[in-house]
């Protein structure tokens, strides 16, 4: 399938650990600076803040070397999108 493709594509060592830096750096973001990243005294809407959090929640299992057995799992937590919502995060964070 699609999805086993690209998740094996992605499980690579030292993807692993960016995507593990990347989550834990923008938790870190987060927690430091929670009113960059607020709904009501940012640009960001309250959308963008749950896909960051689960950004943040898919980048520690991909990075920690979780395999979901099942399809749905995989599906929901994989790294591809999870990766390009932490760039995001991130450049939101240092812009």
Same mark, same amino acid.
């Given at each position: 399938?699609?999805?086993?493709?690209?998740? #094996?594509? !992605?499980?690579? %060592?030292?993807?692993?650990?960016?995507?593990?830096? !990347?989550?834990?750096?923008?938790?870190?973001?987060?927690?430091?600076?929670?009113?960059?990243?607020?709904?009501?005294?940012?640009?960001?809407?309250?959308? #963008?803040?749950?896909?960051?959090?689960?950004?943040?929640?898919? %980048?520690?299992?991909?990075?920690?070397? /979780?395999?979901?057995?099942?399809?749905?799992?995989?599906?929901?937590?994989?790294?591809?999108?999870?990766?390009?919502?932490?760039? /995001?995060?991130?450049?939101?964070?240092?812009?």
């Amino acid at each position: 399938m699609l999805v086993d493709r690209f998740y #094996q594509l !992605m499980n690579k %060592g030292l993807l692993r650990a960016l995507i593990l830096i !990347m989550a834990l750096g923008l938790a870190l973001c987060i927690l430091w600076e929670p009113t960059i990243f607020a709904s009501n005294t940012s640009s960001l809407m309250v959308w #963008q803040g749950i896909l960051l959090i689960w950004a943040i929640c898919s %980048g520690v299992i991909f990075g920690v070397g /979780f395999n979901p057995e099942h399809f749905v799992w995989r599906l929901l937590f994989h790294p591809l999108p999870a990766f390009l919502i932490l760039i /995001f995060g991130l450049y939101h964070f240092f812009k």
